[in-house]
């Protein structure tokens, strides 16, 4: 963080009305500086002392709720976790640019909940006790992802949802997926669902999301990644592919798996315990 | 599925049109509150709606940090529904409604266990099950947590459910106001905006649920979100609903001071749960003056006081202070069991807390009173309307314990969400009368026709900061009804305050609507604070230091010819074995 030489910060905010397109501007406001100011604050000293008709979004101010999303400077940024003095020279704040504008700095994210209606809901399995018991690590593996704060900055920065308008559901649902299926008492499996409704193909591990996210979620190395292996492991498998070919069966596949994993299971346990005790028992009657 | 383009219809300033949308039950709120009452109206079969001011999952829930309580006993076996009972009762003063507490510490463990099934995932103890920590004044450790941010998984969870569920919702609508079939008193309709569009719109509904949170945003500095702005207590008081307790503000102990654009921001009363000390600027660990037994995990109002002497008789930093230091558990530990907070201070503060002390003093965090409702139900005193959670009250007293809310937004989120839905079924669409609709309509509207008038957002300031100086933690009579001289004064220039520009998200509209709300809020708080003549929990009188059993009442603010009156009502009485239960200090 460098120090500012003047007391005063220089804003240039684009402004403009998603009825009105063709009206957009960029308006300067000189706002004073304060110790730890943040974007979010010169914004507020705007409403309250220079321009009242400037429109933000925001609600916790403390970088949780995800509200205050913008460019700034070209970067997606929350507004309120962006202090002035870690920008040299002129800031410049912009909506969104993934999503419809609708006034000055606010978009319309509503199509996401679309998006989230379409994942398939976290469906656990039957539980082995009345309360569920797992470990710490299995928490753990999930957890990260958990942390999206739902700022939607990887939807603005991610160049297949900003220009592409392909049928890519884009990180934050990736993100979701990998936080349902890294759950540890899930029992769905969401590779078809990420691989066709989800579009995750669309995906070419750019990394741009994991860069910007404010949560420091590393979206595409844990989640994006993961979830495309999974794609990987239950459609281009070449043995499962085969046997897909031959049976026309995904479920029997994985039945038949199963299957044959209890058998190894029970047959290493049963072992020592039967056949050990018959080996001496046949050696003792022949004797 | 995404395009950066969208085609907008203009409202024009002046346009008085609305639309119509019909349900069973309207919930007013997507917090957790809000989303539970959702979830059982919806699973009741009732057509319910759920409209929010924020995006959904901002509500304010998701700034929740350290845990949910709930007596599960998975740490300490000894643990039960009856001590959590005790430990609410006893630290709410013995102002809390007995039987909300009641219903509230039995279920509340239910309630934790069905969240998991709706998929939170929580951490765990090492025999596999939900982990719980200490909080302050809970005897045992009781918070079933998700790292220090178990809001946001609350919120997620619910919202998951939801969705899920495809109960609809529509985000970004503010309430104006609640109105009532003329013929039976029942409300009947609402009028919002779509604040996206900036149109009207008109709610015809059976019954409604206040799930609209709290008014920490009437107070300058404050750990809550800008949508805390008491509309839901603003609104059932214009319904004619009765509020009660509104003195009771509770101060959070420890806000960050520095640097000023973040003074306010929640520290999680987890980092003392995790044993961190608090100390003054001489270094003296100063909460074995005020609670040695407890020492940082007593009381919140017990250790915002403590902290709040010890800055006012100069012990505090330079920059008003107290220390905080966890430094002492090792960055592995902190780094795992406090995420938020070592990122938080890194962040907005440049701070290590794992090497440096952190700074802090109290903050305004939450409203015990609220809008008075029935233990078993959430039903407000008028027909038709319920409330649940912060707005709220009966629960917390004169003090709540942490960890209680999100146990609280639970538990009465699906009370009032199955009672609203069983009250509607079968009931007939009650009527609304088209004056009431016109006149709100001007209402809403006036603050486009004034004309160099005042700047709402400035006025938002001013409000916050005459709170700030007037009603805090310590109060007197003077402070009291010069902070009351100046709302009026405030209320004089709010009905000159101005919306500039267009309908589609005109946050100065908005505003001008919400400091109408607020300054109820500040009145209300005002008025039982001058009414409540002794000390107790949150309520401290430095005029009236004392604790008398006389003042065991409920402060009843009452709607009266459009202005407020007051009423004293004796706390019920528990019955004799659940007040064997109670375990005193």
Redesign the interface.
């Known amino acids: 963080m460098s120090a500012r030489a003047s007391t005063t910060v220089r804003l240039k905010v684009r402004r403009g009305s998603g009825s009105d397109p063709s009206a957009a501007r960029y308006d300067t406001f000189e706002v004073p500086h304060e110790d730890g100011m943040v974007v979010l604050n010169a914004i507020h000293y705007i409403q309250a002392n220079i321009d009242p008709s400037l429109n933000a979004r925001w609600n916790c101010k403390a970088g949780r709720c995800g509200s205050c999303s913008a460019e700034i400077n070209g970067r997606p940024k929350l507004m309120c976790k962006t202090p002035v003095d870690s920008i040299e020279g002129e800031i410049v704040v912009e909506p969104m640019k993934a999503f419809p504008l609708v006034s000055d700095l606010v978009t319309d994210v509503t199509e996401n909940w679309k998006v989230a209606a379409m994942m398939p809901p976290f469906t656990p399995r039957k539980p082995n006790s009345k309360e569920w018991r797992f470990w710490q690590q299995d928490v753990d593996r999930s957890r990260e992802f958990r942390r999206c704060i739902e700022c939607f900055l990887c939807q603005d920065v991610c160049h297949v949802v900003r220009e592409h308008e392909a049928e890519y559901v884009g990180p934050r649902w990736v993100v979701k997926a990998a936080s349902l299926d890294m759950h540890p008492m899930d029992s769905l499996n969401r590779a078809d669902f990420m691989k066709n409704a989800a579009g995750l193909g669309y995906c070419n591990i750019t990394k741009c999301c994991q860069e910007i996210c404010p949560e420091h979620i590393v979206i595409t190395d844990d989640a994006i990644i993961p979830e495309k292996e999974r794609v990987v492991d239950r459609h281009y498998d070449p043995i499962l592919w085969l046997y897909r070919l031959v049976t026309k069966d995904e479920e029997k596949l994985e039945a038949g798996v199963m299957k044959g994993l209890k058998m190894v299971f029970w047959g290493a346990l049963l072992a020592p315990v039967v056949i050990v005790p018959m080996y001496y028992l046949i050696q003792a009657l022949i004797r | ?6 085609e ?3 409202v024009e300033r002046a346009d008085r049109s609305y639309d119509e949308v019909t349900c069973d039950v309207l919930i007013v709120g997507a917090g957790g509150a809000g989303l539970r009452a959702a979830i059982a109206s919806f699973d009741k079969g009732a057509k319910t709606l759920v409209v929010c001011k ?5 509500a ?1 829930t ?2 929740a940090e350290g845990g949910i309580a709930a007596a599960l006993g998975n740490v300490d076996p000894k643990d039960s529904w009856q001590v959590h009972f005790s430990d609410t009762i006893v630290e709410g003063q013995y102002l809390s409604n007995w039987r909300m507490a009641e219903i509230f510490a039995k279920e509340a463990i239910e309630r934790v ?1 069905e969240l ?4 939170a ?4 103890t090492k ?3 939900i ?1 719980q920590r200490a909080f302050g004044a809970h005897t045992y450790r009781r918070l079933c947590h ?2 220090d ?1 178990t809001g ?2 609350l919120i ?1 969870t619910l919202q ?1 459910q939801v ?2 569920r ?1 109960v609809p919702f529509m ?1 970004e609508v503010a309430l104006t106001r609640v109105m009532k079939d003329p013929a039976t008193g029942r409300a009947s309709a609402a009028l919002g905006v779509d604040i ?1 569009s900036g149109k009207m719109v008109l709610f015809r509904l059976k019954a409604i649920i206040l799930a609209t949170g709290g008014c920490g945003r009437i107070y300058q500095v404050t ?1 809550n ?3 805390s702005t008491g509309d839901g207590v603003a609104m059932a008081f214009a319904a004619g609903a009765e509020l009660m307790d509104m003195e009771m503000i509770q101060f959070h102990p420890t806000g960050m001071i ?5 003074r306010g ?2 520290v999680t009363e987890a980092v003392r749960g995790e044993g961190g000390i608090l100390t003054n600027a001489a270094g003296e660990r100063f909460m074995s003056k005020y609670d040695p037994r407890r020492m940082e995990l007593s009381a919140r109002d017990v250790v915002a006081r403590a902290i709040y002497s010890e800055i006012t008789a100069g012990r505090g930093t330079k920059s008003g202070a107290v220390y905080l230091d966890i430094t002492h558990r090792g960055p592995e530990y902190i780094k795992k069991k406090l ?2 907070m070592y ?2 201070f890194l ?4 701070i290590d807390i794992t090497k440096q002390k952190m700074e802090v003093a109290p903050t305004v965090h939450y409203q015990m009173g609220g809008v008075r409702v029935e233990p078993e139900t959430g039903a407000t005193s008028v027909k038709g309307m319920y409330a649940a959670g912060e707005v709220a009250c009966g629960l917390h007293g004169a003090n709540r314990l942490g960890g209680n809310s999100l146990s609280d937004i639970l538990v009465f989120g699906r009370r009032t969400g199955e009672a609203a839905a069983a009250e509607v079924a079968g009931m007939g669409t009650p009527s609304v009368s088209q004056a009431d609709v016109e006149s709100e309509i001007d209402r809403v509207l006036a603050p486009f026709s004034v004309v160099g008038g005042t ?4 006025l ?2 001013e409000i916050a900061e005459n709170m700030w100086k007037h009603v805090g933690i310590i109060r007197n009579e003077e402070d009291l009804s010069a902070g009351l001289a100046e709302v009026e004064r405030i209320r004089g220039e709010a009905s000159r305050a ?1 919306a ?3 309908r ?5 509209w908005l505003s001008c609507l919400q400091v109408t709300d607020m300054l109820l809020g500040c009145e209300a708080v005002i008025r039982s604070a001058l009414e409540r003549k002794e000390s107790r929990g949150a309520h401290t009188r430095s005029d009236y230091p004392g604790k008398e059993d006389r003042w065991l009442v409920n402060i009843i603010t009452i709607p009266k010819d459009g202005a407020i009156a007051h009423e004293m009502r004796p706390v019920p009485q528990m019955p004799p074995e659940l007040a064997a239960l109670i375990v005193k200090e």
């Open positions: 599925m995404w395009s950066s383009r969208k907008w219809r203009r924020s995006l959904l999952g901002k304010h998701v700034m266990f998991e099934e709706y998929g995932l929580f951490d765990r025999e596999g099950k982990s998700i790292g941010r946001l998984e997620r998951d969705i899920k495809g985000d996206k750990s979100s800008n949508e520095y640097p000023a654009g973040v921001m929640l995420p938020s990122d938080q962040e907005f503060a440049g700047n709402p957002f400035f938002r300031e101005m500039v520009g267009e589609a998200y005109n946050e100065s």
